[in-house]
């Protein structure tokens, strides 16, 4: 299976449906373990960058895509049409050179700079997409 229709089988099994509540619910686990992969971050570089916390790290990131692949189906939404736009969006930043290779810009702290032919992900099209499926 792949992550979003694993995470859609949890909600079928627990009986969890798309509505405000359950939306509300994912956004306080969102909190929850953002908090807790945080929490083992902090402890990560505080000692050395141990196995444990390395661990308690993956968790916690496993979890944060669990619980926010979960408030995307709590609205209703099929996770991976937005996922693949979010991708092409995201490979959009990126020029390639005479050779093939990306070129790649980052900002002194690392984060990857949009290129030129950088485009904004439409989002909204796909909620407008699936809300018709939906009606």
């Known amino acids: 299976m792949t992550v979003f229709k694993d995470q859609k089988q949890f909600m079928d099994v627990t009986g969890q449906k798309p509505s405000k509540e359950t939306v509300n619910l994912y956004m306080r686990l969102i909190h929850e373990e953002f908090k807790e992969t945080q ?15 390395t661990a308690e790290m993956v968790d916690g990131a496993i979890d944060l895509i669990y619980v926010a692949t979960g408030m995307i189906h709590a ?4 996770p991976q049409p937005f996922w693949d736009e979010v991708q092409r969006s995201n490979m959009s930043k990126f020029d390639k ?3 093939g290779e990306y070129i790649v810009t980052r900002r002194v702290d690392g984060k990857i700079l949009k290129g030129p032919n950088y485009f904004k992900p439409d989002l909204l099209r796909i909620v407008y997409e699936q ?3 939906r009606s």
């Open 131 to 133: 809300s018709g499926a």
């Open 39 to 53: 929490y083992a971050w902090r402890k990560w570089n505080d000692d050395q960058n141990s196995d444990k916390w």
């Open 97 to 99: 050179g005479p050779d």
């Open 75 to 78: 609205l209703g939404l099929d």
